[in-house]
């Protein structure tokens, strides 16, 4: 019988983590009640942290084994180029690999320049994985449809061999470069109208800009969100939501960065549903407080009716669940209970429903197939590539406004900023201006 020590790197990098996602699963289920809430938010980064470590270990040995084995068994071993290059590969997936880590240590007002080199370098990590993947992939096509009956030479073999990791280095600096420019542009402002069955009169072409995924925390500050505050005062809105993931840190830590939020002042309210990232940070009940102080109102499974100022008979239903991973998190108080976030709200006036992912969006249609509209987030678009294909098949809705059923719309954010990685490709941040017009 083989010995852990007799098992290579990658399958002890696999054991590694599947040690941690059962500890994950034991801490969630039965040491949930016996931790206090500071050592359970510890504990759950924590353990996030190790969990995909454990997991970028397998992909970090073969990105170390194509870029840098390969070419120590050749001539360039020797060249004076060699050991600077092995520096820099071997930093590059340090840097990746501490990532996880700086939402523990590294939050602040703004982001620190460490943070945003270690996501840089995770985002530029994924994209190098893909291709040296995807070239692999192809290399061994290649050899399965020629055949063996050809002879390579040598030269030639060591020649295709150096070229793969080269160019799957030279795209994945590229496309980084670009995914970087991408996302450091301002949001672009997207106007949606969208038809709402039993919508008053009165309130025909009612403004609401929708927010989701801020994603504060150590790559997203201050001055980003100031920029997103001036960008939605321009708009003028009637009503600002945002849809949950603002945060991935503890109130306490980013309150300063919190603050232009307070410059928020739409007629009729703003309001906020918690995101997953809301509850990984273990501390949902001080932002609710925090948020409340910028006269920003939580809808924690309720609703409030939105009433038209020419006839207080004229009004639609806005309500707002708890994101879906309260329940898988064991978040005491908090899940998603749709029949209290909808109590008093009837069929005979137009609802409107804040829910964070798009999955939550499918269940509430299934429970209440007349809800009119539903406002969702949690996709990013996919983010940037090659993410984009997995948030796509995941999510029942990806991105943008779906119909579903005669009068029924859901329309699902890209995100106003983004997660970690400072980067974007193939998709664009995004502040939706939602036109609400009554049939």
């Known amino acids: 019988m083989i010995s852990f020590k007799q098992l290579p790197l990658e399958a002890k990098a696999a054991v590694a983590a599947g040690?941690?996602?059962?500890?994950?699963?034991l801490s969630r289920s039965y040491l949930v009640e016996q931790l206090e809430l500071r050592m359970r938010r510890w504990l759950l980064r924590l353990q996030m942290a190790l969990f995909a470590n454990a997991l970028m270990l397998i992909g970090s040995l073969h990105v170390w084994r194509s870029?840098?084995?390969?070419?120590?068994?050749?001539?360039?071993?020797?060249?004076?180029?060699?050991?600077?290059?092995?520096?820099?590969?071997?930093?590059?997936?340090?840097l990746a690999h501490s990532s996880?880590?700086?939402?523990?240590?590294?939050?602040?007002?703004?982001?620190?320049?460490f943070s945003l080199a270690a996501y840089t370098c995770l985002g530029a990590y994924i994209i190098l994985i893909f291709f040296l993947f995807t070239l692999g992939s192809v290399e061994q096509a290649y050899k399965f449809l020629a055949g063996r009956g050809a002879k390579v030479g040598t030269g030639n073999k060591n020649s295709r061999t150096a070229m793969k990791p080269i160019l799957a280095v030279m795209l994945t600096v590229v496309l980084t470069v670009v995914g970087l420019l991408n996302a450091s542009q301002p949001p672009t402002v997207n106007s949606v109208e969208v038809p709402v069955h039993k919508l008053p009169s009165t309130m025909n072409n009612l403004k609401v800009v929708l927010l989701s995924d801020i994603h504060l925390g150590p790559t997203v500050g201050k001055t980003k969100?100031?920029?997103?505050?001036?960008?939605?005062?321009?708009?003028?809105?009637?009503?600002?939501v945002i849809v949950g993931d603002l945060t991935d840190s503890e109130a306490e830590i980013i309150r300063p960065a919190v603050e232009?939020?307070?410059?928020?002042?739409?007629?009729?309210?703003?309001?906020?549903?918690?995101?997953n990232h809301e509850y990984y940070t273990s501390d949902v009940s001080n932002w609710f407080e925090l948020l409340k102080s910028f006269n920003i109102r939580p809808l924690h499974n309720e609703n409030v009716k939105i009433v038209s100022p020419q006839s207080t008979d004229d009004w639609f239903c806005l309500a707002g669940v708890d994101d879906i991973e309260a329940d898988v998190l064991r978040y005491s108080g908090?899940?998603?209970?749709?029949?209290?976030?909808?109590?008093?709200?009837?069929s005979e006036h137009a609802i409107v429903l804040l829910a964070h992912q798009p999955v939550a969006a499918k269940w509430a249609l299934q429970e209440r197939p007349d809800i009119n509209l539903i406002l969702s987030g949690h996709t990013h678009g996919g983010q940037m590539f090659p993410l984009?294909?997995?948030?796509?098949?995941?999510?029942?809705?990806?991105?943008?406004?779906y119909k579903v059923g005669q009068n029924t719309f859901v329309y699902v954010s890209p995100g106003t900023m983004y997660f970690g990685i400072p980067m974007r490709l193939g998709s664009r941040a995004e502040i939706t201006e939602i036109i609400l017009r009554s049939p």
């Open 19 to 25: 040690v941690i996602f059962f500890s994950m699963m």
């Open 225 to 240: 969100l100031a920029m997103i505050v001036r960008m939605v005062k321009a708009l003028k809105p009637d009503i600002t």
């Open 334 to 346: 908090h899940g998603m209970d749709l029949k209290k976030a909808l109590r008093d709200c009837s």
């Open 100 to 113: 996880f880590f700086t939402l523990l240590f590294l939050v602040a007002e703004e982001p620190y320049f």
């Open 388 to 401: 984009n294909a997995g948030a796509y098949f995941l999510n029942p809705f990806f991105v943008g406004l």
């Open 67 to 94: 870029t840098v084995t390969t070419f120590s068994r050749s001539s360039a071993a020797s060249s004076f180029c060699f050991m600077p290059w092995k520096i820099a590969v071997f930093m590059f997936l340090a």
């Open 260 to 275: 232009p939020l307070g410059e928020l002042d739409s007629p009729f309210g703003t309001y906020f549903v918690t995101g």
